[in-house]
């Protein structure tokens, strides 16, 4: 039996750091910065996040250096597993104009249930196959919602 894959305590916190900085230049990167001399509303931000994401960026290159021992790295699928459910979100927002109400439903189930680590493979499918019947034949057909049902193929 395979041991899980593990990511040290650093590297997630430095990963934390980089997500953090980068975040927040990206959220206030249409504010002014002005000069040196006549500072800006957001050169004071764009300094301060660049400099957390930097601190990150070191943060996982030194720990990278190091060994993990298994008792101190967390599981990768734990560390993973806040990220699913906006995936999940992301992936039915980006989908459902190409692959219809269906489909979209059943890939965006699909995913989110990898939020949960007690179900298998064949627990995930029929749980995104029954959702994906619920939610087209409730929105889709009760509720006449004004999404495409199922995708269009074009010739």
Not at 13 to 38: K, Q, R
Not at 95 to 124: D, K, M, Q
Request: glycine share 10%; hydrophobic share 55%; net charge positive.
């Amino acid at each position: 039996m395979s041991r899980p894959k593990t990511i040290s305590r650093d590297i997630f916190a430095g990963g934390l750091l980089l997500l953090v900085g980068g975040g927040i230049f990206v959220l206030i990167w249409h504010y002014p910065s002005g000069t040196m001399s006549d500072m800006g509303p957001g050169m004071v931000l764009q300094m301060a996040s660049g400099v957390i994401a930097l601190l990150g960026i070191i943060q996982i290159l030194r720990s990278l250096k190091q060994s993990v021992d298994p008792v101190e790295g967390l599981q990768l699928r734990l560390v993973l597993r806040p990220f699913v459910i906006p995936a999940a979100m992301t992936v039915f927002a980006l989908l459902l104009p190409w692959l219809g109400l269906a489909v979209t439903a059943a890939c965006a189930t699909f995913i989110a249930s990898y939020g949960s680590s007690s179900l298998s493979r064949r627990e995930r499918i029929v749980l995104a196959l029954v959702l994906a019947a619920f939610v087209t034949l409730l929105f889709g057909y009760g509720l006449r919602l004004q999404v495409p049902i199922w995708p269009e193929f074009h010739a």
